[in-house]
């Protein structure tokens, strides 16, 4: 009896150590990282993001936050190992280890006189006829007789005094860490220990596996359908306008698979009405374009009119039953037009290079979803070739808005920008027509809205010049700066459901090609990752290239120093093209924000690959010459600031006007860009 219940409290023991191993270690990391956790705001502040719910820090929130499956997992644990520890603690106690002194009274070694008057004693306190209590007659029974006849008898005594037990020296006996109902094996306990070693040891571990591996060959590691990745391959096209990246994007599998009611179809008739003139149908030909549209996939039509209603706000007329797909679209969308970029940036042509045109325009349809803008705001208007998108992203204003302070010749956005807090109060007061609290609003998103720089280099690592066919290294510092001072931010979205952090992209590319030569994605929120990735790289260059323990510390410290100020070392490599000077243009891109976006051009100079293998310098040839690091100082009489990348939304007068206007310089082999101007989109120039 005994040994059964000490092999329950041994079986115990085991699943409490078993979960005890990993919990205590897991939950103090976690503890840890929520220590450490900054409690500053990174969010908007505006009323219009504090009324959308996102960021409200209410009771029922803070529960639902909590309320993860794995915080609920690890209390549930911690439970479990409170009541186990009761319990064995409860059961110990109970199952004692026979003492024939220790229940007499007495201590070891005791006379034969000290024994019998004990006993004595005792009996008179729990003998049956002294005591009726059936408890009192079985402690009597089990314990003290069986205890007094141990110690009395010279053989039993002398017995125990040697081996701890009455009855002589004891066989080795093992326990095992089963339940009781385990260990008898007979009748209907030996079918349920079948029946457990098959369910848990077979069937479980099967089912997981066969679940596991339904899913991953169905997923990639981003949670996009691998079906959804060869569409998007299928359908990406080098001359893909801006434009038409609405079409690729609906076709994800995610989307096929929604379902469409029959209940859908009014409320969709209707929706179609209010947003028809944002789906490029030709007005000529209205009910031609109408039935074409119509006949597309039920499941396109859906998608693509579930988007334009969240791009025109018009998400309000929705039924209960659209409005889940609705807010089940959006969810999908950030990390599938990541895979979109990604699958634009691929290197398909022979040399290698993916295709700037289709990722710009993935990049400005993330824009415009994020910010609930219509696409139709890129449209070039009034002389402004980058269209009202921008000022649309701002609380409060409207078209009507943007058209008063037009008035006072404040037509690009970054001349709203540039004003002064008391001149931009004035003008949006005054001339706008907002209130105070309103235009308390609008500077609270413009001081989140960041600048960035972009400075970038280009070498050949240990070698002077960049020859034909040489791997080239690009370093490029990312430098983020907000008037708020935050570095890390979640973005202005009150349209936008969902928590959506703020990723930039890094793009080198040929715009005349239509190449993109590298491709990086780039976040400011995980500092500590940042500051980890950049004090490799730069050791690991700084080792290359011969560098001094010390001369490598003080490089690692200063990107330490940068990377704590809000910038990100962004590097790559490619491989050196043929001879001759190329214009690059590299592009940074924001999958947020609309008018935030810049670039830098600048030439590189790729020099002929010596016959003997040696690095030469090609002679100068005109008034300029090659530089050392390979990449051409351009002079000007006088500087002219590069032009924008037009966008497809754009007309084709603004792109004939812009044509054949200046270049961006560079110096000493690398290339500096501030906030200048922002990528409309990706057309060729």
């Known amino acids: 009896m005994a040994a059964a219940e000490e092999n329950s409290s041994l079986f115990l023991i085991f699943i409490l150590t078993m979960i005890a191993l990993p919990l205590v270690p897991y939950t103090i990391l976690r503890l840890c990282r929520a220590a450490s956790e900054k409690a500053k705001t990174i ?44 319990y064995i603690k409860h059961v110990s106690r109970e199952v004692q280890v026979f003492e024939p002194f220790s229940i007499l009274g007495l201590e070891s070694g005791a006379s034969e006189s000290e024994i019998k008057k004990s006993y004595r004693r005792l009996s008179i306190q729990y003998h049956p006829d002294k005591n009726p209590d059936p408890e009192a007659h079985k402690y009597f029974v089990e314990y003290i007789s069986k205890a007094y006849q141990a110690l009395t008898d010279p053989i039993s005594r002398e017995n125990y005094e040697k081996y701890g037990h009455p009855d002589g020296r004891q066989g080795m006996q093992m326990g095992i860490a089963l339940p009781k109902f385990l260990l008898n094996i007979d009748g209907a306990s030996g079918g349920i220990m079948l029946l457990g070693i098959v369910g848990f040891c077979i069937l479980l571990p099967l089912m997981i596996a066969v679940i596991y591996l339904s899913r991953s060959s169905k997923y990639t ?133 993916g295709w700037l045109r289709p990722a710009i325009g993935v990049i400005e349809l993330s824009q415009n979803i994020v910010q609930a803008v219509p696409l139709s705001a890129r449209k070039a208007s009034g002389g402004n070739s980058e269209g009202i998108a921008p000022f649309l992203q701002l609380p409060h204003f409207t078209e009507a808005t943007v058209k008063k302070i037009a008035r006072k010749k404040i037509r690009a956005f970054q001349e709203l920008c540039d004003m002064s807090v008391e001149d931009r109060a004035a003008l949006l007061t005054q001339v706008a027509g907002l209130s105070e609290e309103q235009a308390r609003d609008v500077e609270l998103v413009l001081e989140m809205i960041p600048s960035i720089e972009v400075d970038i280099k280009c070498e050949t690592e240990g070698e002077e010049g960049i020859q034909e066919g040489d791997v080239v290294t690009m370093y490029a510092w990312v430098s983020l700066q907000r008037r708020n001072g935050l570095t890390a931010a979640l973005p202005h979205c009150p349209n936008f459901p969902f928590h959506k952090e703020e990723n930039f992209w890094l793009l080198l590319a040929d715009v005349a090609s239509n190449d993109v030569w590298l491709s990086q994605k ?154 200048e101007s922002d990528i409309d989109s990706g057309s060729d120039e």
């Not at 500092?527 to 560098?547: D, F, M, R």
């Not at 050196?576 to 947020?592: K, R, V, Y």
């Open 43 to 86: 969010h908007c502040r505006c009323s219009g993001c504090h009324r959308s719910g996102k960021y409200r820090k209410s009771i029922y929130k803070r529960i639902s936050n909590f309320s993860t499956c794995s915080n609920l997992t690890i209390v549930l644990l911690w439970i479990v190992m409170i009541f186990l520890v009761y």
């Open 221 to 353: 590691g981003n949670y996009v359908m691998h079906q959804t990745l060869s569409t998007y391959y299928y359908f990406m096209k080098p001359s893909l306008a801006p434009s038409k990246v609405m079409d690729v994007f609906i076709k994800a599998a995610e989307y096929m698979e929604m379902p469409v009611r029959r209940s859908d179809d009014e409320p969709l008739q209707k929706l179609f009405v209010a947003v028809r003139s944002e789906l490029n149908l030709d007005l000529k030909n209205i009910k031609t374009e109408q039935a074409k549209f119509w006949k597309q996939h039920p499941s396109l039509v859906k998608m693509e009119l579930l988007i334009q209603a969240h791009l025109t706000c018009e998400s309000f007329s929705l039924t209960p039953a659209l409005l889940k797909d609705y807010r089940h679209m959006l969810e999908l969308a950030p990390r599938l037009l990541e895979e979109l970029v990604k699958i634009a940036v691929l290197p398909r042509n022979p040399h290698g290079f």
């Open 522 to 675: 780039v976040s400011f929120m995980d500092e500590a990752t940042a500051i980890t990735a950049a004090s490799k790289a730069i050791q690991e260059t700084q080792e290359a290239l011969g560098a001094s323990a010390k001369e490598i510390g003080n490089a690692v410290k200063e990107a330490v120093d940068r990377v704590k100020k809000g910038s990100r070392l962004v590097m790559g490599k490619f491989q050196a093209p043929a001879e001759g000077t190329h214009n690059l243009t590299s592009f940074c891109l924001c999958d947020c924000w609309i008018g935030c976006d810049t670039k830098t051009s600048f030439k590189l100079k790729v020099l002929k690959r010596s016959r003997a293998g040696t690095r030469g310098h090609v002679p100068e040839e005109g008034p300029a010459a090659a530089t050392e690091d390979g990449i051409e100082e351009e002079e000007e009489e006088e500087e002219e600031e590069y032009d924008d990348y037009e966008s497809e939304y754009s007309d084709d007068e603004e792109d004939d006007k812009n044509k054949g206007k200046g270049k961006g310089k560079v110096v000493n082999g690398s290339a500096h860009q501030g906030a």
